[in-house]
């Protein structure tokens, strides 16, 4: 449906985003650099964001950020929130004040210790992460209620954008929402329908790499093969924006094993090393050799069908993800290869019945090579009912 494939010069998103989202949204259309913020007395600074924040949500600027807040006002107490993309946190940090669990998240690290000397000025409590990549989010657990993306995930091409949700979904309980501002095709098609390259300094001012807008079928895509049921879409302030309230329902249930990096060993050459929120499995040259092994669970996995998921950036060759029986010389139960990708991705491998599952292989498909992988995640889960 939508390419699929990261477009030349985009290999490393962060680095391009960041050069432009150093400056934060600061109300009345303004923009600041987080770094002189950052200069300011505590006064000076908690002064600043109040006007920012009273331009968008008070009066006039109600129709800007002031309605979502009051939707959300009784919903986001006691909930536990991550929010992509602070910035200067203008929507974010009342969903704190409502009782809400923060975590605020930014690519920009002056942007995260803005928030966070905000937070401490206003007697807030919340946790700060610099997302230097993806795999800083490893750190983070997995029973968020609420991700907010309040305009933080449209700078981006489609391509780039879902490898980023990919991952931040996994943070996401089962039924829980996902709140995101975007800006909506009637506006697209209403400043001359031009080139995503272009529209963005359109709409966001000099800098500004990209502009996506977003709808109900790039929504679906985006989060694919994860099914979502969108309870709340609007487009508002003269067609300028749009809003999503989503219900994320994930194609796989209930987690029966995780599988711990240390329990993979090299094989026939293979190496694997700790790395940042994981490890780099080095393949053996040979192709089709097996390079690294692991047990999917102490004992026995129960029957029925399960499902291995596996997070992974493939960095170099191909990869072969397999399930194998106790005898790892059969035939396997299942496999999938993987190839090079700028960010990383998820192999899901079905296992028809997890009684006969015992162990994961890694293996090298390059014919000529070493394969490179970083691995994040290894997870055994039971299908829902609902799953394919």
Sequence with gaps: MFDDQIPPGWEHPFEMLRKKWKTIPSGNDLRAESASRLQLTDTEVLEKWRR?????????????????????????????????????????????????????????????????????????????????DLESLAS???????????????????????REIDVIKLHLRPGGRWLHFAYPRSRWEREGSVEFSKWGEMTDGPGT??????????MEWLFSPSKIRILFECEWHNNDFNWFDIELSPPIGEQIAHVPFSALSAQNG??????????????????????????????TLPAGKLVLRVMLQVT????????????????????????????PRIAEIAIPDGEKARFLVI???????????????????????SSP
């Design 52 to 132: 920012a924040h009273a331009h968008d949500t008070v009066d006039e600027g109600f129709g800007i950020r002031g309605w979502y807040h009051e939707i959300y006002r009784t919903f986001m107490r006691g909930k536990k929130v991550l929010d992509i993309g602070c910035g200067m946190a203008l929507s974010t940090i009342p969903f704190a004040e409502m009782g809400a669990d923060l975590t605020f998240v930014d690519i920009v690290a002056d942007n995260v210790r803005l928030v966070e000397r905000l937070c401490k000025l206003k007697g807030i409590k919340a946790n700060f992460l610099h997302m230097e």
């Design 270 to 299: 293979g190496t694997i090393t700790a790395s940042q929120g994981g490890v780099d499995v080095h393949t053996a040259p040979q192709q089709w050799a097996y390079s690294a092994l692991a047990p999917l669970t102490s004992g």
């Design 140 to 162: 983070l657990p997995r029973d968020y209620d609420v991700v907010t993306a309040v305009g933080s995930l449209i700078n981006a091409p489609l391509a780039v954008t879902k």
């Design 316 to 343: 170099q060759g191909q990869v072969g993800i397999a399930v194998a029986t106790q005898d790892i010389s059969a035939p396997f139960i299942a496999e999938v290869g993987m190839g090079p990708s700028a960010l």
């Design 363 to 385: 293996r090298n498909w390059a014919p000529t090579e070493r394969s490179v992988a970083h691995l994040s995640d290894i997870t055994v889960f039971r299908p829902e009912a």
């Design 209 to 218: 790499p990209w502009m996506e807008f977003h709808d109900r079928e790039k």
